[in-house]
């Protein structure tokens, strides 16, 4: 009986217009730090809901191709955003380049820098974390720097993956793995570890975060959007190390 009143009762809020101006955003786990700070902004300034959903681009885009009820889409690299304009799934005009960021290296707090040419030997018997390089964006990016400087072949065997960045980075600031390549923001959001090298912007493809609206979009949703590239916005990413959009 219990279960059968919840389930009504959910079923009743979903319906009703208590829930009309929640928004759904599915965004990078790189955005995190960044999304929690935002949704609280957003939530304090117009009184709406904002339910953010945080994982790798490639598990967020296969959700929404699934039917998952997103309203607002922001991924960490073009590609996966590629994917849904050509399923359709995107509101025509709405997609914009909304940030940039750094790739590094990262070794526990304290660690000395290294050059990443080095980083083979310093390895040792460890393993390199890394998210999905198949797949998750930050992974694609570190796979393609390691290959632009020649260190793939060695490195490739020898990488510990995970679902998505801050897993990656979870593995370094916990002593599991001795060394990781995730974004500058990701490093400076956790204190248990120090960026050691930072790769060269030539050597991996531009690292872009586009948005957009999602299935029907919505006023609201399109105005969390719009926000997202305002001021107050501007100023949290900014003070997060994330970088204007290249190009």
Same mark, same amino acid.
């Given at each position: 009986?219990? &279960? *059968?009143?919840?389930?009504?009762?959910?079923?009743?809020?979903?319906?009703?217009?208590?829930?009309?101006?929640?928004?759904?955003?599915?965004?990078?786990?790189?955005?995190? *730090?960044?999304?929690?700070?935002?949704?609280?902004?957003?939530?304090?300034? *117009?009184?709406?809901?904002?339910?953010?959903?945080?994982?790798?681009?490639?598990?967020?885009?296969?959700?929404?191709?699934?039917?998952?009820?997103?309203?607002?889409?922001?991924?960490?690299?073009?590609?996966?955003?590629?994917?849904?304009?050509?399923?359709?799934?995107?509101?025509? &005009?709405?997609?914009?380049?909304?940030?940039?960021?750094?790739?590094?290296?990262?070794?526990?707090?304290?660690?000395?820098?290294?050059?990443?040419?080095?980083?083979?030997?310093?390895? &040792?018997?460890?393993?390199?974390?890394?998210?999905?390089?198949?797949?998750?964006?930050?992974?694609?990016?570190?796979?393609?720097?390691?290959?632009?400087?020649?260190?793939?072949?060695?490195?490739?065997?020898?990488?510990?993956?995970?679902?998505?960045?801050?897993?990656?980075?979870?593995?370094?600031? *916990?002593?599991?793995?001795?060394?990781?390549?995730?974004?500058?923001?990701?490093?400076?959001?956790?204190?248990?570890?120090?960026?050691?090298?930072?790769?060269?912007?030539?050597?991996?493809?531009?690292?872009?975060?586009?948005?957009?609206?999602?299935?029907?979009?919505?006023?609201?949703?399109?105005?969390?959007?719009?926000?997202?590239?305002?001021?107050?916005?501007?100023?949290?990413?900014?003070?997060?190390?994330?970088?204007?959009?290249?190009?």
């Amino acid at each position: 009986m219990r &279960g *059968t009143f919840v389930l009504a009762l959910l079923l009743s809020l979903c319906a009703g217009p208590a829930l009309a101006d929640r928004i759904t955003v599915f965004a990078a786990a790189s955005l995190k *730090t960044a999304m929690d700070r935002l949704a609280a902004l957003y939530e304090d300034a *117009t009184g709406g809901r904002v339910t953010v959903a945080l994982a790798g681009s490639s598990a967020l885009a296969r959700q929404i191709q699934q039917g998952a009820p997103a309203d607002v889409f922001v991924s960490a690299n073009a590609d996966w955003m590629d994917r849904l304009e050509a399923d359709g799934l995107l509101v025509p &005009g709405s997609r914009r380049d909304l940030l940039g960021n750094r790739l590094v290296l990262v070794a526990p707090d304290g660690a000395a820098p290294l050059d990443p040419a080095d980083l083979p030997a310093a390895l &040792g018997e460890g393993r390199l974390a890394m998210a999905l390089v198949e797949a998750v964006p930050a992974g694609i990016y570190g796979r393609a720097a390691l290959e632009s400087l020649g260190l793939w072949q060695a490195l490739g065997p020898r990488v510990a993956q995970a679902d998505n960045v801050r897993a990656a980075l979870a593995l370094v600031a *916990t002593g599991a793995a001795p060394y990781g390549v995730v974004y500058a923001t990701d490093a400076a959001a956790e204190p248990r570890v120090e960026v050691v090298a930072t790769f060269p912007d030539d050597s991996h493809p531009p690292i872009v975060y586009p948005a957009a609206l999602v299935g029907e979009g919505g006023a609201e949703a399109a105005a969390f959007l719009d926000w997202l590239g305002e001021g107050e916005a501007g100023a949290v990413f900014a003070d997060l190390g994330f970088t204007p959009p290249p190009g």
